[in-house]
Structure formats: structure tokens, C-alpha cells
Antibody, heavy 122, light 115 residues
């Protein structure tokens, strides 16, 4: 079964660091590109970062320089390392798989985890 | 930065009637190399992750009912539900992709309810 399971969320003070994990089942991290999307309480979706199969990474301007996305092929897991956390980083963080048809990337996300909540508060 | 603007912010439609949601991009999302629009639509129900409905502006994802359709090109796009069902109550988001550098942007969402 194709599945994504996020973990690592919790309550953290402003300025702190936290690492999220996204464990992949049913496909391998080298088969696709993976993204992180967040949703603040009662708000809309905000793209955070993407990691491509070749290892290239890109970030939204709001997190660039503070967040780092990485993957571990041996664990078939994608990570989001978050530093210098701010109150406005409070959100449910989803990982999602980049959709593809054959070798063509569809620029959309077809498999989503259920998310992990990060609360930044003093 | 590319901005995606959806209209309306909320919409109430009677069961069996047509629902139409619009999405406008501040820049064209048309990939002229293959004539595909990098525009997707998602449905999100309460306490659930988003579900991909449409990609390339008009291609339904596997398993999505054919009452959902997407149209448009360049900067203006539409999601249409031809005959609203009770299970379609949700928030709908459009999302674009821009390649230099790669970024993805969501619209602010449209809440669809039953009238």
C-alpha cells in the first residue's frame, strides 16, 4: 500500500529547532520527488519545500535559510529540519508525493500523509 | 512571486446544481515546450489531507468522478462540478508550478457548501 506517515511534531519555543520525518511505504524515495506543505490552524495550504530524486532542494521564501529538506534512501524517509522557529510557523505539516506519469512530472501532489502538528509558542 | 487568486472565497450551491470555482494566476503557467498548463486542483474535507482532483488544468486524477472537470489556460482556470453531491462539501484549492526556480503556490481556497 502506498502510504506516507509524518512524525516529529510537537510544542516548541520560538527560536527552537525541530525535525519532522515522513516515512514512505509502497514506493521508494528515489522514484519520485517529495514535498512538504503546511496549513496553519483554520488557514489555507502553503507550499514549504521540495526535494527531487536527484537531490536538488528548493524552498518557499518564508522558510529559506531556516528549513532544510533531506532524504535517507536506506530508511526510505524524507525529513524537514526546522531551525529558528517562529510563532507563524505553527501549522500542520504534510508531506506529499510528486505525481508522475511514466517519467513525466505532473507538477502536482497525488499522495499525502495525514500531517503532524507543530506548535511554536512560549 | 506568483500569486494565485481564487473566486469566490465561499460558495453555496443546491444539490444537483452546477458549482464553478475560478482561479487566476499572476503569471502564465503554460509550459510552451509541451503546451501543458502546470495547474492542479485539490479537494480538502475537514480533518483530512488534500486530495488531488485535476492536474495539467484539465486531466482528472485516477478515481475522480467525471462530474469534476477543469478548464482554462495561461492565467485563468475553472473547476466545475456538474451536479453537486453532498459528499462534495469541502474546501477546494488551485495550485501552480513555476520552474525557474521550482516553486509551487496554492490559492487561498474556496469553501463549497450546500444551499
Amino acid at each position: 500500500e502506498v502510504q506516507l506517515v509524518e512524525s516529529g511534531g510537537g510544542l516548541i519555543q520560538p527560536g527552537g529547532s525541530l525535525s519532522l520525518s515522513c516515512e514512505i511505504s509502497g514506493f521508494t524515495v528515489t522514484d519520485s520527488y517529495m514535498t512538504w506543505v503546511r496549513q496553519a490552524p483554520g488557514k489555507g495550504l502553503e507550499w514549504v519545500s521540495v526535494i527531487y530524486a536527484g537531490g536538488s532542494t528548493y524552498y518557499a521564501g518564508s522558510v529559506k535559510g531556516r528549513f532544510t529538506v533531506s532524504s535517507d534512501i536506506s530508511k526510505n524517509t524524507v525529513y524537514l529540519h526546522m531551525n529558528s522557529l517562529r510563532v507563524d510557523d505553527t501549522a500542520v505539516y504534510y508531506c506529499a508525493r510528486g505525481a508522475s506519469v511514466g517519467f513525466r512530472a505532473l507538477s502536482a501532489f497525488d499522495i499525502w500523509g495525514h500531517g503532524t502538528l507543530v506548535s511554536v509558542s512560549s | 512571486d506568483i500569486v494565485m487568486t481564487q473566486s469566490p472565497d465561499s460558495l453555496a450551491v443546491s444539490l444537483g446544481e452546477r458549482a464553478t470555482i475560478n482561479c487566476k494566476s499572476s503569471q502564465s503557467v503554460l509550459d510552451t515546450s509541451n503546451n501543458e498548463n502546470h495547474l492542479a486542483w485539490y479537494q480538502q474535507k475537514p480533518s483530512q489531507p488534500p486530495k488531488l482532483l485535476i492536474y495539467w488544468a484539465s486531466t482528472r486524477n485516477s478515481g475522480v468522478p467525471d462530474r469534476f472537470s477543469g478548464s482554462g489556460s495561461g492565467t485563468d482556470f475553472t473547476l466545475t462540478i456538474s451536479s453537486l453531491q453532498a459528499e462534495d462539501v469541502a474546501v477546494y484549492y488551485c495550485q501552480q508550478y513555476h520552474g525557474s526556480p521550482p516553486t509551487y503556490t496554492f490559492g487561498q481556497g474556496t469553501k463549497l457548501e450546500i444551499k
